[in-house]
């Protein structure tokens, strides 16, 4: 049996995608941990995983936020450029890879597992010489971003005495693609060695509804999220509330754990407010989804079959927002065209039009195709040495 290690970014969204593979690399015998920072590393620990600390955890946006004023302004690839380069590579790569290599010594495992968001793993493994696995969020980052990163990393490569990769190292052995073919990019086709795994939000086990479900009035539902990261604008949740509650649906709305569902004031019958609910006890019963565009979610929501009006946000949310819509299950609107109207507007049509959730439903076949985590980690063992 090997010993695996698997890192990612301090985030759900980032350390979620790596939960199947790393439980069915624990169930085949193998001694699997996680290397990251909190809360992720306790929630790992929760899991039943061993976990080291790496990197910083997830209250360093706070710390460098005000040094980037006008960040959270830039729309689509302006600002995954700037997170790939400036946040991943410039500010964590350095202090998680000093950390990274601490945990590598403490726990000397056979081949490390990391998210392509988490850029330590490639340039402390290259150093070493100890092979690593690249897993996906989402559909394939493209190759200018990669670049970006690339070039960002560079200084970083070289302090190291390494020739500097131009993707920071990704791609270069085994990538795992979590993204169901009618959604991924097409430079998919230029990766050299990919193997394809059933995401992780299409693979949880179905929860219980909860009670007060069934007190909502009998109308389609809607469910509405805006993430985990991405949910502190209210105003977004308040105007799709305003478009929303006087029509024939019920809808849930989750507004994160650390918001306050007071906030949005009293609501009618047909609405209720939660901070949290698993996904898997609401899409089952949905028959339409709002949702902010980040990957876990949009997957969780296909792999359900149902249609999506996606809002944008941000980091990867505009194109992935895209490709719900050329893959026909569901709409976008951006920040300027959002009002009570075009929501409304938005979800009569995701009811009302089968093509909408016949989209949907393709996309939710191709995901019941796509390999389970025990075929995808008997890829993965095969780069052990």
């Not at 010594?105 to 690249?134: F, K």
């Not at 795992?176 to 299409?202: F, G, H, K, W, Y």
């Not at 028959?287 to 949009?298: E, P």
Request: aromatic share 6%; proline share 9%.
């Amino acid at each position: 049996m090997a010993r695996l290690l698997f890192t990612c970014r301090p985030l759900s969204g980032h350390y979620e995608p790596l939960l199947p593979l790393a439980s069915a690399a624990r169930d085949a015998g193998h001694a699997v941990a996680f290397a990251t920072g909190a809360p992720v590393a306790e929630r790992a620990r929760r899991d039943g995983f061993d976990a080291l600390p790496a990197g910083p955890g997830e209250d360093f946006r706070a710390e460098w936020a005000h040094r980037f004023p006008g960040y959270d302004r830039l729309v689509g690839d302006e600002q995954r450029r700037f997170f790939f380069a400036e946040i991943f590579a410039n500010l964590e790569l350095v202090p998680r890879a000093d950390d990274l290599d601490r945990a590598l010594d403490q726990w000397r495992p056979d081949l490390v597992v990391h998210e392509m968001a988490e850029l330590a793993a490639p340039l402390v493994c290259s150093t070493r010489g100890l092979p690593y696995i690249d897993v996906s969020y989402g559909p394939l980052i493209p190759a200018a971003l990669l670049r970006a990163a690339g070039r960002a990393a560079a200084p970083h490569w070289r302090a190291r005495g390494l020739e500097p990769d131009p993707f920071a190292g990704l791609l270069r052995h085994l990538y795992i693609d979590t993204c169901p073919a009618s959604l991924q990019n097409t430079e998919i086709m230029s990766v050299p060695a990919v193997q394809p795994l059933r995401p992780a939000a299409a693979t949880a086990a179905t929860a219980p509804a909860p009670d007060w479900l069934a007190a909502l009035p009998d109308r389609p539902l809607v469910y509405l999220t805006l993430g985990t990261v991405f949910n502190r604008d209210l105003a977004v949740f308040a105007t799709v509330l305003n478009g929303l509650r006087d029509e024939p649906v019920s809808l849930v709305v989750t507004v994160g754990l650390n918001n306050d569902p007071s906030a949005l004031g009293p609501q009618p019958a047909n609405i209720a407010v939660r901070r949290y609910v698993p996904q898997a006890a609401l899409l089952p019963h949905c028959h339409a989804a709002v949702i902010h565009g980040g990957a876990g979610t949009m997957l969780g929501a296909l792999a359900a079959g149902v249609p999506l009006l996606c809002l944008p946000q941000g980091a990867d949310q505009h194109s992935n927002a895209d490709r719900v819509v050329a893959a026909g299950a569901g709409r976008k609107l951006l920040r300027d065209a959002l009002t009570p109207v075009t929501v409304r507007e938005a979800i009569a049509a995701l009811l009302d039009e089968s093509s909408y959730r016949l989209g949907a439903q393709r996309v939710a076949k191709e995901i019941a195709a796509m390999p389970t985590a025990v075929e995808a980690l008997a890829a993965i063992t095969q780069f052990i040495t």
